[in-house]
């Protein structure tokens, strides 16, 4: 199975200044700012290549990355990887003894489905699954132009 890397995503106080230095490198947003309300955040998409950096600003006191931001500040916040299937993963990964957060998957970026995995297990990184199904476009990829 390959595994493809979706994103890598930074917690920042706020899209603007979160922005700054990757539209310095020349990086342009891959589409306009979304807010995911379950997740409380406002999220800024830029296409690196196959894969995205994902800025995300919290939107509420409660948002985990207002506390991120609160206790550890601004910076790297996990990655995420592309699967096919999030509940088979999910159930694979389960019994091998992986702790995920939330029991099922919860909304994501762009009507995706995803899943996280504990920081612990994850060996210091907090770890996200995106359900990309086969033959869907995947992030920072234009989806397959219609066969001519
Ligand atoms: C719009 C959706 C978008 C998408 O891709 O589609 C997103 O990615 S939304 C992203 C925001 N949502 C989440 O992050 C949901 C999952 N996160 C959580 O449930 C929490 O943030 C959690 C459980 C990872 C941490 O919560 P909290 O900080 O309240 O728990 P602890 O303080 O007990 O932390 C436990 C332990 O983990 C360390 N920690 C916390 N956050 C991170 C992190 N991002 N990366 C690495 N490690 C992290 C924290 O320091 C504690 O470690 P310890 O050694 O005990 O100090
Ligand atoms: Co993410």
Do not use: C, N
């Not at 200044?17 to 309300?37: F, H, I, N, Q």
């Not at 985990?64 to 931001?69: E, G, N, T, V």
């Not at 990309?132 to 397959?144: I, K, M, Q, V």
Request: aromatic share 4%.
């Amino acid at each position: 199975m390959t595994v493809t890397l979706d994103h890598v995503a930074i917690a920042t106080p706020d899209l603007e200044t979160g922005s700054a230095p990757y539209l310095a490198l020349g990086l342009t947003p891959e589409g306009p700012d979304e807010e995911v309300a379950s997740q409380g955040v406002r999220v800024r998409a830029f296409e690196v290549g196959e894969t995205l950096i994902e800025l995300l600003a919290p939107t509420r006191p409660d948002s985990p990355i207002a506390a991120f931001l609160e206790r550890r500040g601004p910076g790297l916040h996990h990655t995420a990887y592309q699967v096919a299937d999030l509940d088979a993963e999910m159930a694979r990964l389960g019994a091998a003894g992986a702790r995920f957060l939330s029991q099922a998957p919860t909304p994501g970026r762009a009507g995706t489905r995803v899943a996280f995995l504990h920081p612990k297990w994850g060996a210091g990184t907090l770890i996200e699954l995106v359900e990309h199904p086969a033959g869907e476009p995947g992030a920072g990829t234009e989806p397959e132009s219609a066969a001519p």
